[in-house]
C-alpha cells in the first residue's frame, strides 16, 4: 500500500496525519530507542523483539486513532447507506429458543 496513488485531496490528509503522528510517535520513538541501546547484541532478540513489537502496535493503534479522530473532525464525505429493513415479528419468532 505504501505506492499507492492518491488523489490530491487523499494525498492532503495523508500529509495532516504524517504530521499529526509525527508528533504524537515522539514518545514511543523515544522508548524503542532507549530499549534498543539498553541492550548488548546478544540481547536484541528473544524479549526485546517482543517489547519493540508492542511498542510498534502501541504507534499504530494511536495512528489509527488519530485518524478516525480526525475523520470525525471533518465528518464523512461517504454517501449514507440505508438501513435494512428489519423483519417482521412473524419471522423473529422462529429463530426463538424453544424450552
Given at each position: 500500500?505504501?505506492?499507492?496513488k492518491?488523489?490530491?485531496?487523499?494525498?492532503?490528509?495523508?500529509?495532516?496525519?504524517?504530521?499529526?503522528?509525527?508528533?504524537?510517535?515522539?514518545v514511543?520513538?523515544?522508548?524503542?530507542?532507549?530499549?534498543?541501546?539498553?541492550?548488548?547484541?546478544?540481547?536484541?532478540?528473544?524479549?526485546?523483539?517482543?517489547?519493540l513489537?508492542?511498542?510498534?502496535?502501541?504507534?499504530?493503534?494511536?495512528?489509527?486513532?488519530?485518524?478516525?479522530?480526525?475523520?470525525?473532525k471533518?465528518?464523512?464525505?461517504?454517501p449514507?447507506?440505508?438501513?435494512?429493513?428489519?423483519?417482521?415479528?412473524?419471522?423473529?419468532?422462529s429463530?426463538?429458543?424453544?424450552?
Amino acid at each position: 500500500m505504501a505506492g499507492a496513488k492518491l488523489t490530491s485531496e487523499q494525498e492532503a490528509e495523508a500529509g495532516r496525519l504524517a504530521a499529526a503522528i509525527r508528533k504524537a510517535s515522539e514518545v514511543e520513538i523515544e522508548q524503542m530507542a532507549r530499549l534498543l541501546a539498553s541492550k548488548r547484541d546478544s540481547q536484541l532478540l528473544g524479549q526485546t523483539e517482543f517489547e519493540l513489537r508492542d511498542l510498534v502496535h502501541g504507534l499504530g493503534a494511536k495512528a489509527l486513532e488519530i485518524a478516525l479522530e480526525e475523520r470525525k473532525k471533518r465528518g464523512t464525505k461517504a454517501p449514507v447507506s440505508a438501513a435494512r429493513v428489519a423483519k417482521s415479528r412473524r419471522d423473529l419468532k422462529s429463530t426463538e429458543c424453544v424450552r
